[in-house]
């Protein structure tokens, strides 16, 4: 109970650790990778081993999403604006402790053997010791201020990582990406946020939830619909929503266990956080969770089906990540905090899994990244085979495994709002089985490649699969069972149950996807070429993304570089124009001047009688 | 008879012959010399004028003698410097000296 107790009064210890880790690394550790290692591992864990205490405090001492842990500092206070610093502990940001330091934690871990040799070993593990513990400050905000800084601070940490690689070309332009995509949806977060001080006086959430049922009362929602859709904006940008999603794919060019790091446990579900965090806002309105409903449910199934033609194997998952994340803000959007919440956890375990496994194969390939070059790595990578297959059947939703339980409180939460919307999340949940499938049985089954001789990684990268491995497993079914709705929720108490029904069908449909997948991509009976050119409109609009990138080029190439050039024209020509010709004509003035100057005493004397002589005739006829 | 006009005219072409050397001489010795001619020019100018309309007094003479004498001291202090100008550029024609504008 003591260590219960400390954990919950030190819960600013959890991002200052990583923090403190980061600083050290940079300025003592630099050149001691090893110790930098150490350090952010250290750092990491003492994180998770207090978010864990934290964790269990909420639990036995019964803090509520009603009743929260709050400790604070005023950081500053001026005439009508008052913003404090500090932690708010609820079970929400509690469990999100646990998933961020848990899986940064095993990502550290896993890195000192993926990133073994590297030049910028120390650099990496900084950066990650970072990136851990803004996510960390993030998800203890007391306000929105507070977490809007650390959702900056996630932005940033999130391009140094994926241009971690700086010397190449398309890292770089991955990282800004990333960047200025986030920046967009950025801009509309601090608008909402400016806007929220402007009505409420106050950003702070506790304060917030007692003010909003007041002011919705008196002054109706049409202002606040306002505020909310542009904090969505913020959400749509970080968490990868349509149409904003195009950085996510490309942020694979960072090393691969950033890639876990970022589509698990940081910067994409830092957004879906923000939605959960200022749910007080949006319960309210039914039109902005409308909104976010429809974002969610058309990513959901968007990024699924360019999921299923991707051929790099970071590349589909990414779209899984697009697709998953989805999933996360339809179940916002339609009133169920709990499910998202759920499914972000099980996600968080799977999907770290998933990409932890891809590192491990393409490690082991000598980074080969296309999954029809690879085959037969079932016989030579077992441990990663075993685990990967876990991840699979976790994000397909069979049963028992994590992402069955939350999978399945969406739907249902789902159905009982919109019928489109579960028809679209049905689907989604059937090709992502499928393409999943098609991944995993590319990889692992057929044909080993007889020039490649992969071997199983080491201890090192094991250690972090197996954990997530079993997580993938008992993640779902654990938290399901000890009632996760009772602590994570909105409003009343949400009492888990399975409708059959739904669960039943799903499970079948994706079991079925999973079956197909083999026989096109495992045992080969069906060729997957066929089935493309019996669809090719689909399968070169999913192979090309739906040109959405080519889209935004063809804006930017209108509208950005076609403005541009009518700028710059009258820049050279009419305000430079005017510029040059005006010391033009000095120029010319001065020589006309300076010619009197010779210096030429006779030429000055002849203007000198010439003057006289005028000055004489002048007079002479003035009188 | 010779009366003052036609002292004035000598003078005014003497004046003009000075003027037109002090414009198209290049040795500057020559140029002196074109100012000599004018200040003689402006020397019977006076010296007429005193004697045709004010023969009762001989300012005019008086002057003819300061001026002689200033002319005297211009030329000695005019030659100087070209001397002083020959030494450091080698050359004494004023249409390659043009160092007044600095």
Redesign the interface.
């Known amino acids: 109970m003591d260590f219960l107790t400390y954990s919950l009064h030190h819960a600013w210890l959890i991002p200052l650790l990583p923090a403190c880790s980061f600083l050290l690394i940079v300025f003592a550790f630099y050149s001691l990778p090893r110790l930098a290692a150490a350090t952010a591992i250290t750092a990491l864990g003492s994180a998770f081993t207090l978010a864990a205490g934290v964790a269990a405090a909420v639990v036995s001492g019964g803090i509520s999403v009603e009743k929260p842990f709050i400790s604070k500092v005023n950081w500053f206070a001026i005439t009508g604006l008052s913003v404090d610093w500090g932690v708010l502990v609820d079970p929400i940001s509690a469990m999100m402790l646990i998933v961020v330091s848990l899986v940064a934690f095993l990502v550290a871990i896993y890195s000192v053997g993926y990133m073994h040799g590297d030049p910028g070993f120390s650099r990496f593990f900084a950066y990650i010791s970072l990136f851990a513990a803004s996510m960390l400050g993030m998800v203890l905000a007391v306000n929105l201020l507070q977490l809007f800084v650390l959702w900056e601070l996630v932005g940033l940490c999130s391009y140094l990582l994926i241009g971690y690689y700086f010397y190449k070309v398309s890292a770089r332009e991955a990282a800004k990406k990333a960047f200025m995509t986030t920046r967009i949806g950025d801009f509309g977060l601090l608008l909402g946020i400016l806007l929220m001080q402007v009505m409420f006086g106050t950003l702070d959430f506790q304060e917030l939830t007692a003010k909003l049922p007041g002011f919705i009362a008196s002054s109706g929602s049409g202002l606040l619909t306002v505020a909310a859709l542009l904090i969505f904006c913020g959400p749509v940008a970080k968490s990868g929503q349509f149409p904003l999603h195009v950085w996510l794919p490309d942020a694979m060019e960072g090393p691969t266990p950033v890639s876990a790091l970022i589509h698990a446990a940081t910067m994409v579900v830092a957004g879906v956080y923000l939605i959960a965090r200022s749910y007080m806002l949006f319960a309210d309105l039914p039109s902005a969770l409308t909104v976010v409903a429809w974002f969610g449910g058309i990513t959901a199934l968007f990024a699924a089906v360019i999921a299923l033609t991707q051929r790099e194997i970071k590349r589909i998952l990414a779209y899984s990540t697009v697709s998953q994340l989805g999933y996360m803000m339809l179940a916002l959007g339609v009133g169920s905090l709990t499910a998202s919440m759920f499914h972000l956890m099980t996600h968080a375990f799977f999907k770290a899994l998933l990409f932890l496994g891809a590192g491990s194969v393409m490690h082991a390939l000598h980074d080969t990244a296309d999954i029809f070059k690879m085959g037969g790595l079932k016989y030579s990578m077992k441990v990663t085979h075993a685990t990967m297959g876990i991840a699979v059947l976790a994000i397909a939703g069979i049963p028992p495994f994590a992402g069955f339980f939350s999978k399945d409180e969406i739907l249902l939460a789902v159905s009982e709002v919109s019928m489109p919307l579960y028809f679209i999340a049905a689907l989604t949940v059937v090709l992502t089985a499928f393409y999943m499938g098609r991944m995993f049985f590319n990889v692992f089954y057929g044909e080993p490649d007889p020039h490649q001789h992969p071997h199983e990684s080491g201890g090192w990268m094991l250690f972090p699969l197996v954990v997530l491995a079993v997580l993938s497993v008992v993640g779902g079914i654990v938290p399901f069972a000890l009632g996760f709705g009772d602590w994570v929720r909105f409003g009343p108490t949400h009492h888990a149950g399975i409708n059959w029904a739904i669960a039943g069908s799903s499970t079948l449909f994706s079991i079925a996807a999973l079956a197909l997948a083999w026989r096109m991509y495992g045992s080969k009976q069906l060729s997957a070429d066929a089935v493309a050119a019996k669809l090719p409109w689909l399968y070169t609009l999913s192979y090309n993304k739906f040109f959405v990138d080519q889209f935004y080029t063809l804006i930017r190439s209108i509208f950005v570089d076609g403005l541009g050039a009518v700028l710059y024209w009258i820049d050279v020509n009419i305000v430079d124009g005017l510029v040059n010709n005006l010391s033009r004509s000095y120029a010319t003035a001065a020589g006309l001047v300076r010619k009197l100057?010779?210096?030429?005493?006779?030429q000055?004397?002849?203007v000198y009688?010439a003057a006289a002589i005028v000055l004489v005739v002048w007079l002479g006829g003035v009188r | 008879m010779i009366g003052l006009e036609h002292y004035l005219t000598v003078a005014a072409g003497l004046f003009a012959l000075g003027?037109f050397g002090?414009?198209t001489k290049r040795n500057t010795v020559a140029?002196l010399m074109s100012i000599e001619l004018m200040l003689n020019a402006v020397n019977l100018n006076l010296v007429a004028f005193s004697r045709f309309v004010t023969p009762e007094v001989a300012t005019g003479q008086v002057f003819v003698v300061f001026n002689i004498a200033v002319a005297a001291a211009e030329v000695a202090v005019g030659l100087a410097m070209v001397f002083a100008i020959y030494r450091d550029r080698r050359t004494v024609n004023?249409?390659e000296?043009?160092?007044?504008?600095?």
């Open positions: 100057q010779s210096g030429k005493i006779q000055y004397a002849l009688f | 003027l002090l414009f140029v004023v249409d000296l043009d160092w007044m504008k600095w």
